[in-house]
Structures are given as C-alpha cells and as structure tokens.
C-alpha cells in the first residue's frame, strides 16, 4: 500500500482502482483490489460496502448481505449499504427484512424514488396492494413520468382492484414511446379480467407490433388465445415464441400436444403453472361464466353420496386448488382444509377466502413426497389434465392418507387406451385405466360416476368422478 502524504489520511488510491475496475466491468479484479485494500484498513466502512456491492453484482446475496451488515455496524447510516443490504435481503427471500431496511432508508433519504419503487415492488410480491399503489405514488412524486414505475403504479392498481385507473394509468403508458413491454402485458390481463378477450389480445399484439422479438409476448398472447380455446392462434403464438426462444419449454411442449413433436406422458411443471398463474384473476369468472364449471360440486356430491353429511372431522388436502372452490365445497367435512397449487397467483385468490389452514405454491408431487402430515381425505377437482401419468401422483397420495383414508378426483374422459393428450391441450383417460391405476396405487373403489364437468365452446367434456378408500 502507498501512503499519501498527507498524516492520518489513508490513501484511498486502491480503492479508487478497485472502483474503476468495477466501472470497467472487472469485477473479479475489483474484488482482489479490495480484499487488499480490506486486510490493510480492516472494518474501513467504504471498503466493506464497495465489497458489499460488488458482490450483489456478482449475485452473491449472502456474502453481500454480510459486508453490508459489517458496513452498518460501523455506520449505521450508511446509505448504500442500506440500499444493498435491502436488495440483498430481497434476493435472499426475506422480504420483511428488506422492508424493514427500506423504511430505515426512507427515515434517512424520504426523497429516494428508488426505495420507494422497491418497496412497492415487495408490497406487491406480499399482497399488499394499497401499500404498493402508495409507495409507487411516491416515487413517481419524486421522479414523474417514470416508466417502470408507472407501469409498477398499473400493476398494483389493478390487483386493488381499481381497474379504471389502472386501465387509465396503462393506456397512457402504452401509447409512449418509453412505454416498457410489461405495460402491455399488464394492461391485457386488466382487459381480460374484464371479460373482454378481444381486446385483451389487441393489446398483446400492439405489444409485439412495438416490441417483435420479445417471447414473453408471443408466450402471453399464445396463453391467453388457450384459455379462450383458440387451437390454431395459440399454436401460432407459441411458434413465434419458440422462433425467439427455442429452449421454451412451454411452447416446445403445447406443440407437441399439437403433432409438432412428441407429447411427453408428463408435462413440464412449468407450462401449466405458467397458465394457471397467468389465468388466475379471471379464473372464476371465465369457469363460472363462460365454461358452467361444476368439478367443486361433483366432488362435493361424490364426498356426501359416500361419506354421508360433513361433521367437521376430517384433516383435508385439496390438491390443485386454484382460487379455492374446491376447499371451500368440502368445509363442510373438514376440521382443516390445507391446499397447494403451482401457480403461486391460484395461491394468492385462494387466501382471500380465508378458509384454508396452510397453503402452499408448489407442485403437487413435492409437496406430497414432503409432508409430514396425513390426511383423512384427499380431493383434486379439475387436476389430472394437467399431470399426465397419474400413478406417481396416485402413489404420492396413498402414503398421505391416514387408514381409512379416502381420494376423491375428476378426470376428464377421452378416446385413449390408458391415458394421452386429449384435443383440448389437457390430458385425458380411458375410465378402466383409472381402476385399475386405483388398484394398483392401493385403493379401493367405493363410486365411479360419469358427468359433464364443464363446456369448452359448445362441448360437453365428461368426467369420470372417483372415490377411493386407502386400502390397508
Ligand atoms: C382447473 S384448475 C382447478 C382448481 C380447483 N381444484 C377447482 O376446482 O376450482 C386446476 C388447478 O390445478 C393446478 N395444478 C395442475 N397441475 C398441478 C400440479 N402438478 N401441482 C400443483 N398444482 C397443479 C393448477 O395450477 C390449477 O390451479
């Protein structure tokens, strides 16, 4: 180390290098330079925090985390590395903490527009939508006009619920030239919440005519023409999408299920939670609505048809619960209903109902293969469309089950020997094929009943209803 001339004052030339080589984009030189700097000048504040940051950049959360600690604790009030413990915190997933750090920063630096914004964006990954809309108000009072920010203030104003504003706020947004590509995606799931498919697809594509070689938009616009069963558009969209991004394995597996591949017998976790999840606001509505779902009323009717009227007794699993029919149809049996589904926005409109006593956003054979709970009755209404092969779920369920424990399930009947890709881009079963997985997986059957489950366009899809007992 060189010393300035100047006594007492260390000569910050080292870190100055180390600063330009992050500048420069070394990082890894930047590090060695303050590691150096650190073992001559240790617990030096600005060395700790530069090392804090650079480590953040190099996605090491933890050791970021740590040095911006080490930063704090020797300046409590050391701006950035609030900021970098925050992001730090956030990328770790504690998300109360990195809060928390915000409001420290805050109560130092209110007019920090980008505290503000990262506030909002942790309200609204905690469902806190009021406090977003008013943190991203915030930061747009120090920074107007923002276009992130803005299309953050749309986003959360939709999910409160103040969808002409948000639609207002979108609108405006999208007819920028700054707008950013998630605006449009926004403010299309705005649109079909609102019951209008077309002109949520119109938006989509003034979002890929502004932005062409984007997947992510092709990928939306194929999503959302499958929920509105348009084959031929959705495969068009996926194919774009694949064009783009040829390791999607979402567009890569739809295809397939469309003679453009070969159909896998269990699907990639990813396409069908990404559907769910991008369905999950305009989920009841359209079932309700447009498709006379009734798959929560079927198991209801197969679970009182065997186990007679509800007591209030059982320990309850509803797999794949989506927004909460299901749960809600059984309560009656139920001493506590505990659910899970993969897309984490199902998760989200399933705590609304305030009924279930754990849910969690994972599939469903991890969660099955984990617990440590046992259950007196399983339910998975509208589910094994979107499993494929269902022995390993089956078995998955058999070890969950308490002795005398039951599974009741819909799956949607179809021309297949065993099971296989039905028209629909979900899969279908052969009735005797489920039997016989019953009775393989350790069940018995106690009813099989056939029904219409819901329409796609004008078509009746049939289900066969089951409920096994846990053979012992
Ligand atoms: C058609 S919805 C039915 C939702 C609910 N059971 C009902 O009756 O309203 C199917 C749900 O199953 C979930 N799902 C499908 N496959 C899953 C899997 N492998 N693991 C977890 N959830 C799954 C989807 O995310 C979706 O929410």
Redesign the pocket.
């Known amino acids: 180390m060189k010393n300035s001339g100047c006594r007492g004052r260390p000569d910050l030339s080292a870190l100055e290098t180390a600063r330009a080589d992050e500048a420069a984009g070394r990082l890894r030189e930047a590090v060695a330079g303050v590691r150096n700097w650190l073992t001559t000048h240790p617990g030096d504040p600005e060395g700790l925090a530069l090392m804090a940051r650079l480590a953040l950049r190099l996605g090491r959360a933890e050791v970021a985390r740590d040095f911006a600690g080490q930063t704090l604790e020797r300046d409590a009030s050391h701006r950035e590395a609030l900021q970098i413990s925050a992001s730090a915190f956030r990328a770790l997933g504690d998300l109360a903490e990195a809060d928390r750090i915000y409001d420290r920063l805050l109560g130092l630096d209110p007019a920090n527009p980008s505290a503000w914004n990262e506030k909002g964006n942790i309200a609204l990954a905690t469902d806190r939508h009021e406090v977003a809309v008013d943190c991203f108000r915030q930061a747009l009072s120090l920074i107007p006009d923002h276009p992130m920010i803005t299309c953050n203030l749309g986003l959360a104003l939709g999910h409160a619920g103040q969808h002409d504003e948000a639609t207002g706020v979108l609108e405006e947004l999208t007819n920028r030239p700054d707008s950013p590509a998630e605006a449009f995606d926004h403010l299309s799931a705005i649109t079909a919440l609102r019951g209008d498919m077309p002109g949520a697809e119109a938006v989509q594509l003034a979002g890929i005519e502004r932005f062409p070689d984007r997947a992510r938009s092709y990928l939306l616009l194929a999503r959302l023409r499958s929920t509105i069963s348009d084959r031929d558009g959705a495969a068009e969209a996926f194919r774009q999408c694949l064009r783009l991004d040829p390791g999607n394995r979402e567009a890569a597996f739809v295809l397939s299920t469309m003679g453009e591949g070969e159909t896998p017998e269990t699907?990639p976790?990813e396409f069908?939670?990404g559907?769910?999840?991008y369905?999950?606001d305009f989920?009841?509505w359209h079932?309700k609505e447009k498709l006379g779902?009734c798959?929560?009323d079927l198991?209801r009717t197969s679970v009182e048809g065997s186990l007679g009227p509800g007591r209030g007794l059982l320990e309850i699993l509803?797999?794949?619960?989506?927004?909460?029919?299901?749960?809600e149809?059984v309560q009656p049996w139920a001493r506590a209903v505990d659910g899970?589904?993969?897309?984490p926005k199902?998760i989200r409109q399933a705590k609304r109902r305030g009924l279930y006593r754990q849910l969690e956003a994972?599939?469903?054979?991890?969660?099955l293969k984990r617990t440590d709970r046992r259950y007196d009755l399983v339910?998975?209404?509208?589910?094994f469309?979107?499993?494929g092969n269902p022995l390993p779920?089956m078995t998955a369920v058999r070890s969950c089950l308490r002795a005398g424990g039951h599974f009741c399930f819909?799956a949607e009947l179809g021309d297949v020997a065993r099971f296989g890709m039905g028209e629909h881009i979900r899969y279908v079963f052969h009735p005797d094929f489920l039997t016989t997985a019953a009775a393989e997986t350790g069940f018995d059957v106690m009813s099989r009943d056939q029904a219409v489950m819901r329409h796609d366009g004008d078509e009746p899809i049939r289900v066969e209803v089951l409920l096994l007992a846990a053979r012992d």
């Open positions: 699907p976790d069908y939670a559907l769910f999840d369905y999950a989920f009841e079932l779902y798959g929560h198991i509803d797999v794949g619960c989506g927004t909460g029919l299901c749960g149809a899970m589904d993969f897309a199902m994972c599939s469903a054979l991890d969660f339910v998975a209404a509208d589910v469309g979107y499993i779920l819909t």
